[in-house]
């Protein structure tokens, strides 16, 4: 009897500690660690430190805006490659992101080389490299405009890399012409001598024309010298002198007074190529045309 009383209340005890609700510190812990998990979630997205400084609060739904533009087919071609170049600008680690990304997808020829020229609005070690790989790619479209992307670095590294372009005969024309231009426009005197160079010694009428081109885009305070001795050089062919006469009707600077100089040339082919050179830069003033 005495027994059967013992094993009953035993089993009593058992089921009140099973039935014991959890002591206070074990519901405080499961209640932090549900906090903390619905904490994590709610974070809103930041993006990660930028190399470039960070634009203001409403610049990520602008960037969303214009790579929906970029990579939307329907769009004009000239909107989607104006895209290419505002994310250029706004230039954060989200933006850089999807100028990558247009590389890599199928988008237009014309696109990708807005893209390309558009990393030269860009100072980082990443878009020097790109450029790079770019310029020396098998897309002349795209070579031609990371060409352009690295003259607007204009710095000693955008001379250097598009001289030897230019200077590669494994490139295609078109690249190797895109160079020369592109070098008229760094603002070094190194890339100024790789101009002379080039004119010099590559015999190449399309290249010749190029380089002429891109010298002409220098200011001509800097080139006069450079196209007076090349103009009254007996060894230059006349052909290359119209070419460089023709290059400094379009250039910046007092170029009417300059190629007045040649409207008396021995030379009638030279003669005629500088009296229509200086009629088109000033149409209502023939006093200009010495030998008139």
């Not at 206070?24 to 906090?35: I, K, Q």
């Not at 050089?233 to 100089?261: C, H, Q, W, Y």
């Amino acid at each position: 009897m005495v027994l059967g009383i013992i094993a009953v209340l035993a089993a009593n005890s058992h089921s009140a500690d099973r039935a014991k609700a959890p002591e206070p510190e074990s519901v405080a812990a499961t209640t932090n660690a549900a906090t903390a998990a619905d904490e994590i979630t709610a974070q809103p997205y930041r993006p990660a430190n930028l190399s470039q400084p960070a634009a203001s609060t409403n610049s990520e739904p602008e960037t969303e805006r214009l790579t929906a533009l970029l990579f939307n087919t329907g769009a004009p071609l000239q909107a989607r490659r104006r895209s290419a170049r505002s994310l250029a600008n706004i230039g954060t680690e989200q933006a850089m992101a999807a100028l990558k990304s247009g590389l890599t997808n199928n988008l237009p020829p014309y696109v990708k080389s807005a893209i390309a020229e558009s990393l030269g609005q860009i100072f980082s070690p990443e878009a020097t490299e790109l450029l790079h790989e770019l310029v020396k790619g098998k897309d002349e479209t795209v070579a031609r405009g990371a060409a352009r992307g690295l003259a607007a670095h204009d710095d000693a590294d955008a001379a250097k890399t598009l001289g030897a372009i230019l200077f590669n005969d494994h490139t295609p024309l078109s690249v190797r012409t895109e160079a020369a231009l592109a070098l008229g426009d760094v603002d070094l005197p190194a890339a100024q001598d790789e101009l002379t160079r080039a004119i010099s010694q590559i015999h190449n009428e399309d290249i010749l024309e190029s380089a002429l081109d891109g010298m002409a885009r220098r200011r001509f305070s800097e080139t006069q010298d450079f196209f007076r001795s090349y103009l009254n050089s007996p060894k230059v062919p006349t052909d290359a002198k119209i070419i460089a006469i023709e290059a400094v009707r379009d250039a910046d600077g007092d170029v009417g007074s300059f190629l007045s100089n040649y409207v008396n040339d021995p030379n009638a082919e030279v003669r005629a190529a500088a009296k229509d050179a200086v009629q088109f830069l000033d149409p209502v003033d023939p006093t200009l045309i010495k030998g008139k």
